[in-house]
């Protein structure tokens, strides 16, 4: 399974990455992907999501417009679980600077789940206990060895970390941060991704 970073609308340079995965000899013949949140949907009149199979899914970021997501047929919605591929995931995430941003254009009060959401997710991640976690945002554990400074944690992360206290998955792969930063501790593998257009290099990992 590929896992994306931040695309934040740049669909052209998306449409060209899952392009060379599906080649069998440049890439690994793979027609399947998940990304990570902030794909790039914010208006009707601002976006023109690309054309993509039911396998190339994406979760909301804290830049995307949860109300279009919702009816876009490649959104896997703000978090649940698939069986078969034994994949949780959950997006969402904390706007830093949504002092300057425009609220119902480019900032969304629903950037991160509710109390309740919270608490269904909890639930079904104790069930479930998945091999893989696919995340926007990160646990708040990482925030200090990721960051020199002081990186505050969000209610988004304060949760996924509440998470790593019922079940350590195998992988947890994550975006939001736009830096690529590799850590296995306590026996997770944990790969943050960076933005597509920032170092596409470094915005992708396939995980089997």
């Known amino acids: 399974m590929f896992f994306i970073g931040d695309v934040h609308g740049q669909f052209g340079t998306y449409n060209w990455m899952i392009s060379q ?4 000899g440049g890439g690994v013949g793979m027609d399947e992907s998940i990304q990570v ?11 023109d999501p690309p ?30 679980y698939d069986e078969n591929k034994d994949i949780f995931w959950t997006g969402g995430g904390l706007t830093i600077d949504k002092h300057i941003r425009t609220l119902g254009l480019d900032w969304w009060p629903e950037e991160e789940l509710s109390a309740a959401e919270g608490l ?15 995340s926007h945002e990160c ?12 990186y505050g944690a969000s209610n988004t992360s304060k949760l996924l970390d509440h998470l790593l206290t019922i ?29 597509v257009h920032y170092n596409m290099k470094e915005s992708w990992i396939n995980i089997n």
């Open 37 to 47: 949140g902030d794909f790039g949907v914010f208006n009707d009149s601002d976006i």
């Open 167 to 195: 079940h350590r998955p195998d992988h947890w792969v994550f975006g939001h941060h736009h830096v690529r930063y590799e850590l296995v501790e306590d026996g997770t593998h944990f790969v943050g991704l960076n933005a």
């Open 139 to 150: 646990p708040a554990s990482l925030l200090d060895l990721m960051y020199t400074r002081t």
């Open 120 to 134: 269904k997710v909890i639930e079904l991640w104790a069930e479930t206990r998945p091999r893989i976690m696919a």
């Open 51 to 80: 054309n993509l199979s039911p396998t190339h899914r994406f979760m909301p970021g804290n830049h995307d417009n949860p109300w279009i997501c919702n009816m876009m047929d490649n959104c896997m919605g703000y978090y649940g």
């Open 21 to 24: 995965m599906m080649l069998p």
